[in-house]
Antibody, heavy 121, light 108 residues
Framework: EVQLVQSGAEVEKPGESLRISCKSS????????VGWVRQMPGKGLELMGI????????RYSPSFQGHVTISADKSISTAYLQWSSLKASDTAMYYC??????????????WGQGTLVTVSS | SSELTQDPAVSVALGQTVRITCQGD??????ASWYQQKPGQAPVLVIY???NRPSGIPDRISGSSSGNTASLTITGAQADDEADYYC???????????FGGGTKLTVL
């Protein structure tokens, strides 16, 4: 069974750094892209970026480029989303999801349970 | 353009049929996928490759596409279908996928 299990909720202060994780199991971690999706309170889904753990090739959506870092450790089948300096506006639920499909037809077939990040002084 | 547009809210009477639409230029060259999200839960894939359902998704949920518009149709809506629905599309040349703004479906 394909599973993505995310790390637990975090409460941080503005300016602090943070890394959340997404551990994959049940499939070849290095053969599929993994994406990170933000959902701010009461709002819709926004794709932040994706990573191919096989070679760590990463693509960021324009709105998130330079604001977060996506990485992966294939030895433990885990993808990460990292901030170097949190802002209150980073308060949101963050999901990881496995991307599959081909070329012009891509989709996310399995999702993590979400990690709630709260940034407050 | 990589933007996808959805109606913010749609309602349907119990047992009736409802269509949720998604418009965007990327849909002329790539299929939409659709996700259902219930309050407090992670999104769940319900349609991919225009009209394929993952296992466990009932066949009263279907997808279609024409031109720059993709549609999700629920035939015989049930109370359990009440949720937010998001479309998603893109292609490798765009380097990233985008989500529509989401449609809140209310079953009356």
């Amino acid at each position: 069974e394909v599973q993505l299990v995310q790390s637990g909720a975090e409460v941080e202060k503005p300016g602090e750094s943070l890394r959340i994780s997404c551990k994959s199991s049940g499939y070849s971690f290095t053969s599929y892209w993994v994406g990170w999706v933000r959902q701010m309170p009461g709002k819709g889904l926004e794709l932040m970026g994706i990573i191919y753990p096989g070679d760590s090739h990463t693509r960021y959506s324009p709105s998130f480029q330079g604001h977060v870092t996506i990485s992966a450790d294939k030895s433990i089948s885990t993808a990460y989303l990292q901030w170097s300096s949190l802002k209150a506006s980073d308060t949101a639920m963050y999901y990881c999801a496995r991307q599959t499909g081909d070329g012009y037809n891509l989709y996310f077939d399995c999702w993590g349970q979400g990690t709630l990040v709260t940034v407050s002084s | 353009s990589s933007e996808l547009t959805q109606d913010p809210a749609v309602s349907v009477a119990l047992g009736q049929t409802v269509r949720i639409t998604c418009q965007g230029d990327s849909l002329r060259s790539s299929y939409a996928s659709w996700y259902q999200q219930k309050p407090g839960q992670a999104p769940v894939l319900v349609i991919y490759h225009k009209n394929n359902r993952p296992s466990g998704i009932p066949d009263r949920i279907s997808g279609s596409s024409s031109g720059n518009t993709a549609s999700l149709t629920i035939t015989g809506a049930q109370a359990d279908d009440e949720a937010d629905y998001y479309c998603n599309s893109g292609d490798s040349s765009a380097n990233h996928l985008v989500f529509g703004g989401g449609t809140k479906l209310t079953v009356l």
